[in-house]
């Protein structure tokens, strides 16, 4: 397997997988998500092509995984530090394709970036109802770190 920096070439390919994750997406959280065309999937992508946190993996010359990160750097504050983290913006591989490694290779490959970059932290948000996903993320090392809650305003009339 090879984990490389994406080209317009692989667009397609991952558009695809982002449309079908999109498709999972909609279908638990569908107030909060739309679905998304593969023409406007591989316009979003297009435009961060020639990032260095965008890259593919690639096996027997075809694509079939990606991930997509970036180095967020924060001044510090009177009441936090500075600081310098990778925050891991998506990640996907094909359907027939999970289970044999690739997410853990893209995973390996952000974790050496970081390594280089001396960069001890990676964040990611995972949905609740992203069961896979939180299997997934323990299974390479991650684990829970703050808890995101909300108050919908419509909710709480219903309740009354």
């Given at each position: 397997m090879l984990i490389r920096i994406a080209r317009e070439d692989d667009l397609s390919i991952i558009a695809g997988l982002v449309v079908e994750t999109q498709k999972a997406h909609v279908a638990a959280c569908p107030m909060r998500y739309l679905?998304?065309?593969?023409?406007?999937?591989?316009?979003?992508?297009?435009?961060?092509?020639?990032?260095?946190?965008?890259i593919v993996a690639e096996l027997d010359g075809c694509?079939?995984?990606?991930?997509?990160?970036?180095?967020?750097?924060?001044?510090?504050?009177k009441i936090l530090r500075a600081r310098q983290y990778c925050y891991l913006q998506r990640i996907g591989v094909d359907i027939h394709k999970r289970d044999s490694g690739i997410g853990y290779e893209l995973i390996e490959?952000?974790?050496?970036?970081?390594?280089?970059?001396?960069?001890?932290?990676?964040?990611?948000?995972?949905?609740?109802?992203?069961?896979?996903?939180?299997?997934?993320?323990?299974?390479?090392?991650?684990?829970?770190?703050?808890?995101?809650?909300?108050?919908?305003?419509?909710?709480?009339?219903q309740d009354s």
């Open positions: 679905p998304i065309s593969l023409k406007d999937a591989k316009l979003d992508l297009f435009e961060r092509l020639n990032s260095p946190g965008f694509v079939v995984g990606y991930a997509i990160y970036n180095i967020v750097i924060t001044e510090q504050t490959y952000v974790k050496n970036e970081c390594q280089r970059l001396e960069i001890d932290d990676i964040e990611l948000d995972v949905w609740a109802f992203n069961d896979r996903g939180h299997k997934f993320f323990e299974k390479v090392g991650f684990e829970p770190y703050g808890f995101k809650m909300k108050a919908s305003h419509n909710n709480l009339k």
